[in-house]
Structures are given as structure tokens and as C-alpha cells.
């Protein structure tokens, strides 16, 4: 075997796992960073749910639940309460024909000394999309640079 090849050999055991290594760290983090972004989101949506619920007169769950299919508020036990929850789910969407992902968050807050459990769902597809376009991005980045990097290596042994 010649020298160049035996050396393009190590670069390539080397770089390979390399590459796959962080390209399973990038897409991790930005999934991280996507998700934490519609966390943010969600807390601001039950903020705005709860404080127009408490400001208003009439406590009718109904209008709520109906109002957005979103947003769903329950009536919880008096001493029951729900911290903070995300996770993630699948719902069928009918105008899709499929089943989507979802984040969401289950939470609870108090009014007129009742509990109420509020669940949260907001579609997480474009957030999916934007993580799955920039890890494709890398890859093809990280293919053309492994290719050009053996293709200099080349030209500059010889």
C-alpha cells in the first residue's frame, strides 16, 4: 500500500466518526434549543390564559375549552396542584391526515381558592422541519469538507 493511500486511510478512521459524532451533537442541541424556545412560548400563552381567566366575572369552562381547541382548562381538586410539565405528544391532525408532533404543557394555576389544570398543545412540525433542514445542511457540509479535505490531501502529497 502506498504512503498516501495508508495516510488517507488514517484521516479517514479518524475523521469519519469524527463527523458522525458531532453531527449527532448538533442535531441534539439544536432540537434542545428548538424545544426550549417553544417552552418559552408555551409559558407566555398560560400566562395570557390565566390572567384573562382570573380577570374575568364568569368562570364558564366551557367558553374556554371552546374557544381554542389549544387551550384546556379543568377543574382540579382543592389540593391538587400541577407543576410545569413538557412533553412531547402525537395528535392526529385532520387537515393533514396524519399524525403530527405536539408540544405541551399541563400546568395548573388558582382562582377564587379553586384549582384549575390547564393543558397547553402547540404544533412542534415547523420546529421538526427547521431541525431536520439544518442537520441535513451539516451533513452536506461535512460530506463536501471530508471530500475536499481528501482531495487537497491528495494534491498537496503528490
Known amino acids: 500500500m502506498k504512503l498516501l493511500n495508508r495516510s488517507t486511510l488514517y484521516y479517514l ?4 466518526p469524527v463527523l458522525v459524532i458531532s ?10 434549543q428548538v424545544n426550549e424556545n417553544v417552552d418559552e412560548s408555551l409559558l407566555s400563552q398560560k400566562k395570557t390564559v390565566e390572567s384573562r381567566f382570573v380577570l374575568k366575572d364568569s368562570t364558564e369552562l366551557h367558553y374556554y375549552n371552546n374557544a381554542d381547541d389549544d387551550v384546556k382548562i379543568s377543574i382540579l381538586a ?3 396542584l400541577i407543576k410545569d410539565e413538557f412533553t412531547d405528544v402525537y395528535g ?9 408532533p405536539f408540544r405541551q ?8 381558592g379553586k384549582n384549575y389544570g390547564i393543558v397547553i398543545t402547540r ?5 421538526e422541519d427547521l431541525a ?6 451539516l451533513v452536506i457540509m ?10 487537497a490531501n491528495r494534491i498537496i502529497s503528490k
Open 13 to 16: 478512521l479518524f475523521l469519519l
Open 142 to 151: 461535512s460530506g463536501l469538507l471530508l471530500v475536499g479535505f481528501l482531495l
Open 23 to 32: 453531527g449527532f451533537v448538533f442535531h441534539s442541541i439544536i432540537v434542545k
Open 132 to 137: 431536520e433542514g439544518i442537520t441535513i445542511s
Open 78 to 80: 382543592k389540593d391538587e
Open 123 to 127: 404544533s412542534n412540525i415547523e420546529s
Open 105 to 112: 404543557l399541563k400546568s395548573s394555576f388558582s382562582k377564587d
Open 92 to 100: 392526529y391532525d385532520s387537515s393533514e391526515a396524519e399524525m403530527l
